[in-house]
Structures are given as structure tokens and as C-alpha cells.
């Protein structure tokens, strides 16, 4: 009996050693993994080049410096912002650019550009944006308007000209309107998908800076702007945005409400970074960063103005871009 008793504990004694041995061998493997996994981020060198919507810029700032601070310190990655139109130009050309955000999708005119110049590109859409309307801070009258309202204030060939032309309580002043300039992909799709391709009054104030409108607004009482809920967020303490009767009652643009499926839909648009798959094949720097892009855009949407995307669609472009490795 002592004897059995004795071989128990030898046994008992055996198997927890090997599930410490097991333990280790596997804390071991992960360790040598992630730090094979470090190894090759730090082994990255050379540069990455983005530039297109000002829009998504915060975005991918954001993203950027991150990259450069906690993944990959010897790969510069540079951040422009010349708009979603421009950036296309310098994109769709020979040597150029690695990545361009668009505040809209590609063009017909773009990719049958792309095919010419046998450039292959991959759509990656990072966000959901929602068009917002800015007033001036001391506007205490137009806080909330209709879908049509402003709509008729930008059109060319709205009777409306002066606020009263809204509302005969409003000030009788002309409104002075602003908004980006026919670079951007922000213009494009208040053109396209909100005017639906009518003209704009020629008395709109088009800037190429967002930083401008953000100026403009902030100095005048009777002004009116329009850009990505990101420069409003940014700039509350020199404006206030318009909220936005749809029908149901005035919404308010917040990343609650921007979603496709929201109350906010009519003026929410997905907006995309494109990549050159061409050069994420030739340059693992390009790629490294476009798969670090998918897989933190949605944990730093929020701190730049922007609701997240779906997971299912982030899950599915990583699956494609870790194929290209």
C-alpha cells in the first residue's frame, strides 16, 4: 500500500512537470514569435507615400505617425493632402504615388487609366464620414434646417439668396456660402450625390485648404460651409453644425448617428484609401503599412471624426492583402 501510495506521487510529481515543460516550450514559441514578428517590422526601411483627400487626412496621419512610432521606425511614411482629384493625378502615373484617400470612389476615367498605365489598385475602404453644414458660433437661428433648405441655398437657380428667403423670422442678409474646391472628393459628392449634378451658385466660396473654411466661418456671422464631420469636430470651438431635418426631425451629426444605415444616411459617405498593389508587391514597407492601416483604422476613427467600418468588410480586405505577401 505505502508502495502504491509512493508511485502516485512519483506520477502526480511527472505530470505536473510536464505541463510546466509544455507551458514553457509554448510561452517559449510565442515569445520567439513575436519577437521574430518585431524583428522583421524593425528590419522595414525605406518610405511610403500617400497623399489625395484632405478629408481622410487626419485619418491617416494618425495612422502614420503611429506606424513610424510603434511599428516600423525606420520607414518613413509621408502624408499629403491635395485632394481626392489631384492625389488620383499624381497616383495613376508612372513612379507615382503608393497610396491615394479619396472622400469618393474611383472613377470609370481613373481605372481605365490604371489599366492603361498597368497599374493594379485595391479599394480599402477606412471609414464612414458624414457631410455636416457649419454655421458661425453666434448663429442662433439656422441650427436646425431641412434636407431641402440647404440644398436650395447652394443651388444656382434657387430663388433663395438671403436667410430671410428660408424663414421671414431669419435675418435679412445674404447668406455667404462656402465649401472645398472641385479637388476634392468632399465637392464631388455634395455635386453628384446631394445637388444630384446641378449647378452651384456662382457666389459659393470654393477653397482648396479645409483650414480656410474653417477660418471664413469662424469670422462670419451669415456664412454657411459644408466639409467632413472631422473638421467640425475639430474646430467646436470656432463653429457649431447645422442639424438636419430629413424628414423625421432635425438629426444631429455625431458618430452616432453617421452610418449608412442611420439617421444620418443621406449625408453619409464611406471614404477609401487606394492602394498601388503593384508597389505593395515590390515594396513589403507599402504593404507592412496598408495591412497596419486595416488593422487599426477602426480603434482610431473616433479620435479623428469618423464612424467605423463593419468588421466583416475589414476582415475580408486583410484577407486579401495578406495574400499578396
Same mark, same amino acid.
Given at each position: 500500500?505505502?508502495?502504491?501510495?509512493?508511485?502516485?506521487?512519483?506520477?502526480?510529481?511527472?505530470?505536473?512537470?510536464?505541463?510546466?515543460? =509544455?507551458?514553457? /516550450?509554448? @510561452?517559449?514559441?510565442? +515569445?520567439?514569435?513575436?519577437?521574430?514578428? *518585431?524583428?522583421?517590422? #524593425? &528590419?522595414?526601411?525605406?518610405?511610403?507615400?500617400?497623399?489625395?483627400?484632405?478629408?481622410?487626412?487626419?485619418?491617416?496621419?494618425?495612422?502614420?505617425?503611429?506606424?513610424?512610432?510603434?511599428?516600423?521606425?525606420?520607414?518613413?511614411?509621408?502624408?499629403?493632402?491635395?485632394?481626392?482629384?489631384?492625389?488620383?493625378?499624381?497616383?495613376?502615373?508612372?513612379?507615382?504615388?503608393?497610396?491615394?484617400?479619396?472622400?469618393?470612389?474611383?472613377?470609370d476615367e481613373e481605372q481605365a487609366l490604371a489599366e492603361e498605365l498597368d497599374i493594379e489598385v485595391k479599394e480599402l475602404k477606412v471609414a464612414l464620414d458624414g457631410l455636416t453644414f457649419v454655421i458661425h458660433k453666434d448663429n442662433d437661428w439656422a441650427k436646425e434646417m431641412t434636407e431641402e433648405d440647404l440644398i436650395? =441655398?447652394?443651388? /444656382?437657380? @434657387?430663388?433663395?439668396? +438671403?436667410?430671410?428667403?428660408?424663414?421671414? *423670422?431669419?435675418?435679412? #442678409? &445674404?447668406?455667404?456660402?462656402?465649401?472645398?474646391?472641385?479637388?476634392?472628393?468632399?465637392?464631388?459628392?455634395?455635386?453628384?450625390?446631394?445637388?444630384?449634378?446641378?449647378?452651384?451658385?456662382?457666389?459659393?466660396?470654393?477653397?482648396?485648404?479645409?483650414?480656410?473654411?474653417?477660418?471664413?466661418?469662424?469670422?462670419?456671422?451669415?456664412?454657411?460651409?459644408f466639409f467632413g464631420f472631422g473638421y467640425y469636430v475639430n474646430n467646436q470651438d470656432k463653429m457649431q453644425a447645422v442639424s438636419v431635418d430629413f424628414g423625421d426631425g432635425a438629426v444631429e451629426p455625431s458618430l452616432d448617428t453617421i452610418a449608412e444605415d442611420g439617421d444620418y444616411a443621406p449625408f453619409t459617405r464611406?471614404?477609401?484609401?487606394?492602394?498601388?498593389?503593384?508597389?505593395?508587391?515590390?515594396?513589403?514597407?507599402?504593404?507592412?503599412?496598408?495591412?497596419?492601416?486595416?488593422?487599426?483604422?477602426?480603434?482610431?476613427?473616433?479620435?479623428?471624426?469618423?464612424?467605423?467600418?463593419?468588421?466583416?468588410?475589414?476582415?475580408?480586405?486583410?484577407?486579401?492583402?495578406?495574400?499578396?505577401?
Open positions: 500500500m505505502k508502495k502504491m501510495k509512493q508511485w502516485g506521487i512519483m506520477l502526480g510529481l511527472l505530470l505536473m512537470v510536464s505541463i510546466l515543460a =509544455a507551458c514553457a /516550450s509554448s @510561452s517559449a514559441e510565442k +515569445k520567439e514569435e513575436n519577437n521574430s514578428s *518585431d524583428k522583421a517590422s #524593425e &528590419e522595414l526601411e525605406g518610405s511610403v507615400v500617400i497623399d489625395g483627400s484632405g478629408t481622410v487626412y487626419p485619418l491617416m496621419a494618425n495612422l502614420a505617425e503611429s506606424y513610424m512610432t510603434n511599428e516600423a521606425e525606420n520607414v518613413s511614411v509621408e502624408v499629403s493632402r491635395a485632394g481626392t482629384s489631384a492625389g488620383f493625378q499624381k497616383f495613376l502615373a508612372e513612379d507615382g504615388t503608393d497610396f491615394n484617400d479619396a472622400s469618393r470612389q474611383m472613377k436650395q =441655398a447652394f443651388l /444656382s437657380d @434657387s430663388p433663395i439668396t +438671403k436667410w430671410s428667403d428660408i424663414n421671414p *423670422d431669419w435675418p435679412d #442678409e &445674404e447668406i455667404n456660402l462656402y465649401g472645398p474646391n472641385e479637388n476634392h472628393g468632399t465637392y464631388e459628392f455634395f455635386y453628384e450625390n446631394i445637388l444630384e449634378e446641378q449647378d452651384l451658385k456662382d457666389s459659393v466660396n470654393l477653397q482648396q485648404e479645409y483650414s480656410s473654411l474653417v477660418n471664413l466661418i469662424s469670422e462670419d456671422e451669415y456664412g454657411i460651409a464611406p471614404v477609401f484609401t487606394y492602394l498601388n498593389v503593384n508597389q505593395a508587391k515590390e515594396k513589403p514597407q507599402v504593404l507592412d503599412f496598408a495591412i497596419y492601416v486595416l488593422e487599426n483604422m477602426n480603434d482610431v476613427a473616433g479620435e479623428t471624426g469618423f464612424a467605423p467600418i463593419p468588421e466583416d468588410e475589414v476582415s475580408q480586405n486583410l484577407t486579401d492583402l495578406n495574400e499578396l505577401k
